[in-house]
């Protein structure tokens, strides 16, 4: 995991020069959202990769902030003494096992939008027992698009390079009629992501004792000013000290500064189901709540490991999926002050639904939660 800052660093050197990140602008005013993504990968953490910041006025953003998947892991513990207790869960070693689909240019009525999906089947042999894990990016660059389904890239089987895209309810379950609830709506500028994967094999079975399926990310800033202070929860929490968050939930993050400051607030909810004999996933049979945890990446002050526990009871046999899709729940403003001009950028990160937004990147995934 380490060895692959050296090339972060490299790569989204953006304020000189960004070669190799490619940036997809959302909205042409003062408001604008740009998105990135690297063009060449090698590993889950660069093939998932994303980095989103504002950009009014410029062609790619001053600060921005990056996000990646950094590996999975199987829990075997409650969700306070998760990082004692976990095995992590290996890329699988099969062919063709990394798949991702970037596209600058989609379209959905009227709105247009980019999205990266990137994904990797985990565990030893997952044609008899092992997972498939992925993440959605999208930026939505015009227009608005209402929709209660997001897409995936989803492999035709281990080994296979073909692939093909399902959608999953994103929505939270009508208990009422069992049907996916109600549409979310995305604008230019939004930017959101998901986490999705399913149980894979002939012989599916967790070991013994799993608690939960962890999903590892890394969110890190990029030329913020030194200003910028990390806290969670709105403001009542921080990475340590007197009020350390320790191992409690995480509901948002913030980064504030005296002229910047960015707020990502997290869904508490994602969606379990099954996959049909179709391939496809079936409205889903609960809505349920997430566990998500921060940690401090050592020796990067600059970034934390953000940690999204799934439970594994609803991953018990073979063609079980979860969702996790959050939705714009909060718009977090971003001003950037400037010499004359005052530049004000909308994020909203948040689930997306179908098609919308700027993809960027999924990920895929190499493998390896957590380090203690
Ligand atoms: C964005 O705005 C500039 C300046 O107003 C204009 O010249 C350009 O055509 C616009 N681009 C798009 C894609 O609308
Ligand atoms: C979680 O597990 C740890 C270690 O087994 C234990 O000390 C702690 O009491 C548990 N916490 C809860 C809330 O069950
Ligand atoms: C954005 O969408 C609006 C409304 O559909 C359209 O008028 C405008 O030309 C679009 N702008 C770009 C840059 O595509
Ligand atoms: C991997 O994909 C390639 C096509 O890109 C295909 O020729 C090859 O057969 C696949 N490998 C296996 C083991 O199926
Ligand atoms: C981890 O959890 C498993 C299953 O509950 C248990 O058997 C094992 O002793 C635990 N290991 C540690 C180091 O706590």
Known sequence: MKSATSRVVLLLSVA???????????????????????TVCSNAASCTRVAFGPCGGVASPEF?????VQGFALIMANDSAYMTNFSELSASVIANNTYRAIDGDLTLGDATYARITAGQYVGGDPSVSGGYIGMA???????????NVNDFLVPDGPELSTTKTKSACI???DTATSTCGAALTYKTGDFKFSLFGFTTGSSFVLPNGVTYLGIRTKLTKK??????????????????????????????????????SLTINFPQKYNVGSIGDDGEASTPTATKDVKIKVAAVDGDADSIYVDYLFDAADLQAAGKYFVYDPTVSEVATVSTATASTTKNAVI????????????LGMGVAAALLHQP
Do not use: H
Request: contains cysteine; negative net charge; hydrophobic residues 40%.
């Open 348 to 359: 909203s990160e948040a689930a997306l639904a179908r098609p919308a937004l700027l993809a």
């Open 137 to 147: 990016s999208y930026l939505l660059k015009n227009g608005t698009i209402s929709t």
């Open 171 to 173: 929505s939270e379950l």
């Open 64 to 68: 921005y902030l990056q996000q990646e």
């Open 16 to 38: 000189g020069s960004a070669n190799a990140l490619d940036w997809v602008k959302a909205g042409n005013d003062s408001k604008s959202m740009c998105a990135g993504v690297e």
């Open 223 to 260: 030329n913020f000013p030194a200003d910028v202070e990390v806290t969670f929860n709105g403001k009542a929490k921080k990475l340590d000290g007197s009020t350390a968050i320790g191992t409690s939930d995480v509901t948002s993050v913030e980064l504030a500064g005296t002229s910047r």
